[in-house]
């Protein structure tokens, strides 16, 4: 039984990795369009307004 709790574990683990590369994504895209919008031919460097953490840190049970 422990296969499969650790197979849904590293699924969901997939699935978190997933949704953040989608979110990194709409936010370059947000920046370049933004970027178009001033005029500024280089995007402006920006903080990420969430903190990614890593996936070692979650808590297994």
Do not use: W
Request: hydrophobic residues 25%.
């Amino acid at each position: 039984m422990a296969t499969r709790s650790r197979t849904t574990f590293e699924k969901r683990q997939k699935e978190m990795k997933r949704m953040e590369k989608q979110r990194m994504k709409a936010a370059r895209r947000a920046e370049r369009s933004l970027a178009k919008k001033t005029g500024s031919e280089t995007p402006v460097e920006t903080q990420n307004d969430f903190e990614t953490v890593p996936a070692e840190s979650e808590p297994q049970s």
